[in-house]
T-cell receptor, first 111, second 116 residues
C-alpha cells in the first residue's frame, strides 16, 4: 500500500533560517506528490504539488522536487518567517479518489 | 474560498450516543471526503463520496457511516460513539472530476469531537 514518512517534529528555527522538512514515500506506479500546510485552528490548504518525476513545485518561497530515484519530496525554504509557523503535511495520490498523508511536522519560527 | 462549512465546530458527547457531523458545500463539487486528524497519525480517510448516494470506505471506516442524499451535503455518523473516536474531523472537497493529481483538496475548518 501507499505510505508517507515525514521527519518528526517539532522543528524550531530562528527567523531567516533555512528550512528542510524531509518526506519519503512508498507507492505503486507514478503518484502525484503534495505539501499541505495547516495554520492553527484551520483546515489544511495546498502549499505546492508535483505530478511527475523531476518536477519542482513552488509557492510562497517554498520548494520541493519530486525525486523518483530516492522516492523523496523534501520541502525547503531559504529564509523562514514567523508567519510560516504551522504544521506541514506531505501527501501522495496515485488514485483519482484518495490522498495518503504523512503524520505532519510542526514548525515554529522564533523572531 | 471553496465554500465548505462544517457543523458543529465543537461537540462533547457521551460514550454510546449517536453523533452526526455535517459538511455543507456551496459549489456542487462531486467529490467529498471525511478525514480524522490525530496526533502522530496525520490525516486518515474515513469515507468519501463521488456523487449523490455514491460512497466508499477509507482506511478507518469502522464505527462510522456516511450519507449523501444531495450534492451539497455529506453527513458523517457515529452510530455509538466511543472514546477512541475523540478526534478532530475534517471535511474536504475536490474541485475536479479528473482526480486528485489535478485538483487539490479544499478543507473545512474542522469539528472537534470529544467522547467522554
Amino acid at each position: 500500500g501507499n505510505s508517507v514518512t515525514q521527519m518528526e517534529g517539532p522543528v524550531t528555527l530562528s527567523e531567516e533560517a533555512f528550512l528542510t522538512i524531509n518526506c519519503t514515500y512508498t507507492a505503486t506506479g507514478y503518484p502525484s506528490l503534495f505539501w499541505y500546510v495547516q495554520y492553527p485552528g484551520e483546515g489544511l490548504q495546498l502549499l505546492l504539488k508535483a505530478t511527475k518525476a523531476d518536477d519542482k513545485g513552488s509557492n510562497k518561497g517554498f520548494e520541493a522536487t519530486y525525486r523518483k530515484e530516492t522516492t523523496s519530496f523534501h520541502l525547503e525554504k531559504g529564509s523562514v518567517q514567523v508567519s510560516d509557523s504551522a504544521v506541514y503535511f506531505c501527501a501522495l495520490s496515485n488514485s483519482a479518489r484518495q490522498l495518503t498523508f504523512g503524520s505532519g511536522t510542526q514548525l515554529t519560527v522564533l523572531p | 474560498d471553496a465554500g465548505i462549512t462544517q457543523s458543529p465546530r465543537h461537540k462533547v458527547t457521551e460514550t454510546g450516543t449517536p453523533v452526526t457531523l455535517r459538511c455543507h458545500q456551496t459549489e456542487n463539487h462531486r467529490y467529498m471526503y471525511w478525514y480524522r486528524q490525530d496526533p502522530g497519525h496525520g490525516l486518515r480517510l474515513i469515507h468519501y463520496s463521488y456523487g449523490v448516494k455514491d460512497t466508499d470506505k477509507g482506511e478507518v471506516s469502522d464505527g462510522y457511516s456516511v450519507s449523501r442524499s444531495k450534492t451539497e451535503d455529506f453527513l458523517l455518523t457515529l452510530e455509538s460513539a466511543t472514546s477512541s473516536q475523540t478526534s478532530v474531523y475534517f471535511c474536504a472537497i475536490s474541485e475536479g472530476d479528473r482526480g486528485l493529481g489535478n485538483s487539490p483538496l479544499h478543507f473545512g475548518n474542522g469539528t472537534r469531537l470529544t467522547v467522554t
